[in-house]
């Protein structure tokens, strides 16, 4: 059975950085392309926006190739170790937009397209944890 659990989430000052981790188990990690996306709280969603989780960045099954969304790039770092079957997601610069919960999830290689950052490219899900940015 497959099993994603996201760590590390917390409250962290407008400006600061975050560092998620998201272990595996249950799979062969090296056989999957893993991404990171998140979810807006209810209450900051815009009414024409589906409640769909945002993709923020996605790593191929050896480490390469990375892809980012506009709203992370360049201030956010996806990597992920292999022999520890665990990936992580650094974000620096932490605005009070990036307040969310965020998760992690698997596609098995040769899968979906999960280099779209489409969160219906993905197959298997963690539960999420939550960061806060404080202004």
């Known amino acids: 059975q497959v099993q994603l659990v996201e760590s590390g989430g917390d409250t962290v000052q407008a400006g600061g950085s975050v560092r998620l981790s998201c272990t595996a188990s249950?799979?062969?990690?090296?056989?999957?392309?893993m991404g990171w996306f998140r979810r807006a709280p209810v209450e900051k969603s815009p009414s024409s926006i589906t409640f769909g989780r945002q993709g923020l960045a996605a790593i191929g099954w050896t480490g390469s190739p990375t892809y980012y969304s506009n709203s992370v790039k360049g201030r956010a770092t996806i990597s992920r170790d292999n022999t520890k079957k665990i990936m992580y997601l650094e974000i620096d610069n932490l605005k009070a937009d990036d307040t969310a919960t965020y998760y992690c999830?698997?596609?098995?290689?040769?899968?979906?397209?999960?280099?779209?950052?489409?969160?219906?490219?993905?197959?298997?899900w963690g539960e999420g944890t939550l960061v806060t940015v404080s202004s």
């Open positions: 999830a698997a596609e098995r290689r040769g899968g979906g397209s999960w280099y779209s950052l489409r969160d219906n490219q993905f197959t298997y």
């Open positions: 249950g799979l062969s990690f090296d056989e999957f392309a």
